[in-house]
């Protein structure tokens, strides 16, 4: 009897193939619904996957660019904070030149001022030489070494490079890493070139006897001390604006990675409202299923089909 074998066997054919199809959608759901993707793969929707795929170059591009972002600041903040103390230490460099300017004044006080005002030199030998999180000094440029030198005869010398160097922060968005040491270190006084290094030494070797009247040098020194204060305000109001800059590109970055979070889930996320009912309602669909084939199999008269 052929026919009923055949019958029989389409049966349980056609039943394994159901409950195979119902299993199938039930793990997708399942994997949907853990992991919020929509998308196994890409012949699923392809226009989607292809959006998809351009979204996450986007975020690999982003991400250097907000980890360029976030190193310019540690490095500008750095260099705000080591001229805040420049800018402090000059300021008490003009208290003593003016205290020393006094012609009251005797030889022993200026003889102790010249001697903290040296100490303001080594101070600002020691921050002009401040290195960031990387070791690397923040007023050296691109040289990968000090900023400043000192000789035997104890001249000071710059000996970094020439450019900051910079770093992407965005298509077309390039932003300097910090200032070199002769950007705000470096003045014109008299109409000749000098530092603040050499005013400061100047200073304090004029007030231990190096000039004949030292009170009359100390506040000649003020003109100088003056431009040197002027030349760290500027420098400081650079970083500043940098800070601000920069600060906005990592609100942008932060607002543009929120829009892509947003387009991905559209594109390719999951409604788990719906897929949660789906999934429910295929479960039903494969337990009513199972039922029936269970009790049709026991059903005498088909065994004896």
């Known amino acids: 009897m052929p026919a009923p074998i055949n019958t029989q066997s389409g049966f349980y054919s056609r039943s394994i193939s159901q409950f195979d199809g119902l299993r199938g ?3 997708t759901l399942q994997s949907q619904i853990a992991t919020g993707v929509r998308l196994e793969r890409s012949s699923d929707d392809p ?6 795929r351009s979204l996450a170059r986007e975020d690999r591009l982003e991400q250097v660019f907000a980890e360029n972002a976030d190193l310019l600041e540690l490095d500008v903040s750095a260099a705000s904070d080591a001229l805040t103390g420049i800018n402090n ?9 003016l205290a020393a300017g006094n012609d009251t004044l005797g030889d022993p006080e200026r003889a102790a001022i010249a001697t903290e005002i040296e100490q303001l030199g080594e101070e600002l030998f020691a921050r002009a030489n ?21 000789d035997a005869a104890g001249l000071v010398s710059y000996i970094g490079s020439a ?28 109409g000749g070139p000098t530092d603040a290094f050499a005013l400061l030494g100047g200073l304090a070797a004029a007030l231990q006897g190096g000039a004949a009247d030292p009170a009359a040098a100390a506040r000649d020194a003020l003109i100088g001390i ?4 002027d030349s760290s305000t500027r420098g400081q109001t650079i970083l500043g604006a940098r800070l601000a800059w920069i600060e906005s590109i990592q609100q942008a970055q932060s607002d543009r990675s929120f829009s892509r979070a947003e387009q991905q889930a559209d594109v390719g996320g999951v409604e788990l409202t719906d897929a949660i009912a789906q999934l429910q309602q295929t479960l039903t669909v494969l337990e009513a299923s199972q039922a029936s084939f269970a009790r049709l ?8 089909i």
Not at 130 to 150: C, I, K, P, Q, V
């Open 25 to 27: 959608q039930l793990n």
């Open 47 to 52: 226009a989607a996957a292809s959006r998809l």
């Open 89 to 97: 230490l000059l300021i008490r460099a003009r208290e003593l030149a």
């Open 130 to 150: 401040t290195t960031g999180l990387d070791g690397e000094a923040l007023f050296a440029g691109e040289s990968g070494g000090r900023a400043y030198a000192r």
């Open 163 to 190: 450019q900051s160097g910079s770093l992407f922060v965005g298509a077309g968005a390039e932003i300097e890493r910090g200032l070199t040491g002769p950007e705000f270190l470096e003045l014109d006084v008299g």
């Open 226 to 229: 003056d431009a040197a204060l």
């Open 297 to 304: 199999s026991s059903l005498s008269l088909f065994n004896a």
